[in-house]
């Protein structure tokens, strides 16, 4: 029977702690820029006609060209990108052509190489679709913990301030962290052939900054 009321009384009197206490949302967040050293381009070729053999064999025939030359290269790197054959219809639903289209992605921190390499690949029959400045992922972690000891750092000057207005002491029960910020792919205007075929000088690029956003949202707990 003791031990019965001494479990009550425990369970009434932590219920009316919780009671008591009152739950507070901040968000607070903080930004760091990060250099761009990190490049990333997308080339690629592309055919259309009726027959679907040969035009594969002219799209991977400028594909192999284009990765000779992307591996000769020190410090690009190269990989496939999206790859795809479609028909095109015409009156009636009917298949009238296709249209073969296949990628390769580059990324390197050489950006004088990598906009030199974009003017020679376009005097092998291939097209620059994008290209991107970006931290590169270790550039990037740095400067996210940063932004997160920043962020964090004005969440508890935040949550000091609610107390101290309401002359309470808190404590912080709940806490997410998110990461944002990027830099938007540079469009390139896609270039026929022909204008592939005359574009031997490089590209012009700038590498430029990031913004690199942490947001931190918790709740906080005031006592009364």
């Excluded at 073969?100 to 291939?126: F, N």
């Excluded at 609610?162 to 002491?169: R, T, W």
């Excluded at 700038?206 to 707990?221: L, P, R």
């Amino acid at each position: 029977m003791r031990k019965t009321c001494l479990a009550l009384l425990t369970g009434m009197l932590l219920y009316t702690a919780t009671q008591a206490a009152t739950t507070i949302e901040l968000t607070a967040e903080a930004s760091r820029p990060a250099a761009n050293d990190m490049v990333r381009a997308t080339v690629f070729a592309e055919a259309s006609g009726s027959n679907p053999a040969e035009l594969a064999r002219r799209v991977n025939q400028d594909i192999a060209e284009g990765l000779k030359v992307i591996k000769a290269k020190p410090g690009v790197s190269v990989k496939s990108g999206r790859q795809s054959t479609f028909p095109v219809y015409g009156q009636n639903q009917k298949i009238e052509s296709w249209r073969i289209h296949s990628e390769l992605i580059l990324e390197s921190r050489d950006v004088a190489a990598v906009s030199e390499l974009l003017g020679e690949l376009q005097q092998r029959r291939l097209a620059v679709s994008g290209v991107s400045q970006l931290p590169a992922p270790e550039t990037r972690r740095k400067v996210e913990d940063e932004a997160t000891r920043d962020a964090i750092a004005a969440f508890r000057q935040r949550a000091a301030v609610v107390a101290e207005v309401l002359g309470k002491p808190y404590t912080i029960r709940h806490l997410s962290i998110q990461q944002s910020g990027q830099m938007p792919p540079m469009p390139v205007m896609r270039a026929s052939r022909a204008m592939a075929a005359d574009a031997a000088a490089p590209i012009p690029l700038e590498a430029g900054e990031s913004q690199v956003t942490t947001t931190v949202s918790g709740k906080v707990e005031v006592a009364d």
